[in-house]
């Protein structure tokens, strides 16, 4: 099966596309599409547990935790619906567009990063949600369930953006009846009394980074769901609807987990414990089937745009149907870090803060970037440029430095400055105990700004080669 130049959005059809210019003839679809496209991926359990982080390990009450989540999703859903603005104008996916600030060489560092840690790490933590979730539904063996649900995400991804917009957009209308019963369930159940006395601004900053880590990291696959819309598609439409899309779906259910494992008080058996709460055995089960169906949705986009990084790279197959190729690499590498990790799911807000690590100086620079040059300019300048050393530069310094002297990934590195006195008179306490006795993580925060400064100035003392 081969894509036509019709304009007409089959769902049956494999994209041959990869990284090139969409033409005229093939650019179809409308703004309000992204909504869904950036709604069902959000709409599952991983979203759930990133707002339990704040109750459960961040020694946060229910309302700093919700605060937490809500600021760190407002934050990522600005530059998201921004971003996703440049996907008409260049028609070129967002890794690509990259090269503007980082030049052809500058850009291996974000697109292997996002190859890595979408194409591999977020596929492999949301194939297990999946799968735990149709275990409980089912009760066929782990391996069984993970191999359906690793088939269902490659299959799709592998067909490619037509298809993927389609599932998105059709997943979402049982998704959102599912979780809107489930919130309505949850939330007269919670505990919202509160201490005005306390507030651990360190929890704060290590919720509100995670939150952050998991709706930034949507961020570096933006226009590679815009660029086959009409280049007359309103810009503010299309910001609104995929910011929103994923701002709204985040922090509703990240709301919905703090109140709910507010109540729980333990991980030990997260999937189950949070069905548990609602009483009702058909409404458990259509959950379950949501986390799976969820799980799907936001793993095609995962693989899909992985793949996409791996060839922003610049690597050249010598395949017509390269993308592809690499949609079904990248997903039997996932798939085998699926089957690794299937054992070990406690470590989402590691990986979140990680995630946000390069995220956020990534997304600075590509923000500064675009202001700078006007962001209708950048499929073009993306096409013809050389060399940018201001990007890789104000990247690698922003985000080394952020990392060595703010980030909190206790037991491992704690850094110089993320440490408490408190802390410093307790190396000895085991991480049940911890609480979070530290002063937070700030590093997505100075890697930002770092990153941005850095950029400015850069960019005036060193000009790209085109």
């Known amino acids: 099966m081969t894509q036509t130049n019709s304009g007409t959005a089959s769902a049956t059809s494999i994209e041959t596309n990869d990284i090139a210019p969409i033409p005229a003839g093939e650019r179809h679809g409308k703004a309000w599409h992204l909504f869904t496209v950036w709604s069902s991926p959000n709409l599952e359990f991983a979203t759930v547990f990133v707002g339990a982080l704040g109750v459960l390990y961040f020694g946060l009450n229910i309302w700093q935790a919700i605060l937490a989540v809500v600021v760190g999703n407002a934050l990522a859903a600005v530059t998201h619906g921004y971003f996703s603005t440049f996907g008409p104008k260049g ?24 190859t890595l840690v979408a194409g591999i790490g977020w596929f492999a933590v949301n194939t297990v949600s999946g799968s735990l979730a149709l275990k409980s539904l089912t009760n066929m063996p782990i391996y069984l369930d993970l191999v359906i649900v690793i088939l269902a995400q490659i ?149 899909y745009s992985g793949a996409m990084s ?38 989402l807000e590691g990986f979140l803060l990680v995630v946000s690590y390069w995220v956020a100086p990534w997304v600075a620079i590509i923000l500064v970037d675009a202001l700078q040059r006007g962001s209708a300019n950048l499929g073009k300048v993306a096409s013809s440029i050389g060399e940018n050393l201001a990007g890789p530069i104000s990247f690698v310094v922003a985000t080394v430095g952020s990392i060595w002297l703010f980030s909190n990934q206790y037991p491992t590195y704690v850094a110089p400055l993320a440490t408490s006195g408190e802390f410093a008179n307790n190396f000895f306490m085991t991480p049940d105990d911890f609480k979070v006795v530290v002063g937070g993580d700030a590093t997505a925060i100075v890697g930002f700004v770092a990153a941005a400064v850095l950029y400015f100035v850069l960019s005036k003392v060193l000009k790209s080669k085109k």
């Open 91 to 114: 028609g070129l996916p967002q890794m690509v567009l990259g090269r503007t600030a980082f030049g052809k060489w500058g850009n291996l560092i974000p697109s292997g990063l996002s």
């Open 310 to 347: 791996f060839l922003a790279m610049g690597f050249k197959l010598g395949f017509k149907t390269r993308r592809a190729i690499m949609v079904a690499l990248a997903g039997v590498i996932g798939g085998i870090a699926a089957f690794l990790s299937v054992d070990n799911v406690k470590t």
């Open 155 to 303: 299959v799709i991804a592998l067909v490619g953006h037509n298809l993927i917009q389609v599932w998105e957009r059709y997943a979402f209308f049982f998704l959102l009846a599912v979780w809107l019963i489930v919130t309505v369930v949850v939330v007269p159940q919670g505990n919202y009394g509160v201490d005005f006395g306390s507030f651990n601004l360190g929890g704060f900053t290590l919720a509100a980074g995670a939150a952050y880590g998991y709706t930034a990291g949507w961020t570096p696959f933006a226009s590679d769901y815009t660029r086959y819309l009409p280049e007359s598609t309103n810009p503010r439409q299309l910001a609104l609807a995929a910011g929103l899309g994923n701002f709204l779906s985040t922090s509703v259910l990240m709301s919905v987990g703090a109140i709910a494992f507010a109540l729980i008080g333990n991980d030990k058996n997260v999937t189950g414990d949070f069905v548990g709460l609602f009483g009702n055995q058909f409404l458990a089960a259509a959950t379950l089937l949501a986390i799976v169906l969820g799980s799907v949705s936001a793993n095609v986009l995962n693989v």
